[in-house]
């Protein structure tokens, strides 16, 4: 079945750029989406990417997608500690329901 | 505009107890999703309904059950629970139109002892 990876941590400090790196195995996905999840609560959509698309930027996100390679990433620009959470990426196939395989998440800890 | 609702938040339950995690959108989303999340893992479906009336298996749905009676609602019951169900659940909806993105409920915890 599909299958997507991410790198469990990643520190940053406050200022710096991160940047969260993803790989999938599904050729046929329509739509990858970026969530946030904060200690303690359900996950939060931060952005999407349309598969056609190779870039995408919404303030301080910036989205690549690298089709050929399967590769997804989030740079964040200038780290804040609230942006300390959880990201998890997530590919949504061809099919009925609109069924997503999540990632692992990667935990961002942004120092001072 | 609540969104997705969850109830509870917590609960303890002992090894063979049943219980039922409530859902409920008030987005007038067709689909509804329940997941499972295990520590440093990401979130595994349980079971997926594409409208009321209709349900069906995800990655994991060993040891639950779902209905879907109303469009809002989607209940996730959990019969003779098992420890191996310690777990937080979600539940999500989506339209399923366009982006389709899903929007997930705050969670409920669940300890089985």
């Known amino acids: 079945g599909e299958d997507v990876e991410q790198s469990l941590f990643l520190s940053v400090r406050e200022g710096d750029s991160s940047v969260i790196n993803c790989t999938y195995t599904d050729s046929s996905s329509t739509y990858l989406y970026w969530y946030k999840q904060e200690p303690g609560a359900g996950l939060q959509l931060l952005t999407y990417i349309f598969s056609n698309m190779d870039m995408k930027q919404d303030q301080r996100l910036t989205v690549l997608l690298n089709k050929k390679d399967k590769h997804l990433s989030l740079r964040i620009a200038d780290t804040q500690t609230g942006d300390s959470a959880i990201y998890f990426c997530?590919?949504?196939?061809?099919?009925?329901?609109?069924?997503?395989?999540f990632g692992t998440g990667t935990r961002l800890q942004v120092t001072l | 505009n609540a969104g997705v609702t969850q109830t509870p938040k917590f609960r303890i339950l002992k090894i063979g107890q049943s219980m039922t995690l409530q859902c409920t959108q008030d987005?007038?989303?067709?689909?509804m999703y329940w997941y499972r999340q295990d520590p440093g893992m990401g979130l595994k479906l349980i079971y997926y309904s594409v409208g009321a009336g209709i349900t069906d298996k995800g990655e994991v749905p060993n040891g639950y059950n779902v209905s879907r009676s109303t469009t809002e609602d989607f209940p996730l019951r959990l019969e003779l629970a098992a420890p191996s169900q310690t777990s937080v659940y979600f539940c999500?909806?989506?339209?399923?139109?366009?982006?389709?993105?899903?929007?997930f409920g705050p969670g409920t915890r669940l300890t089985v002892l």
């Open positions: 997530a590919e949504k196939g061809t099919g009925t329901a609109s069924k997503l395989t």
């Open positions: 987005m007038n989303h067709n689909y």
């Open positions: 999500a909806s989506s339209s399923g139109k366009d982006t389709d993105t899903q929007y």
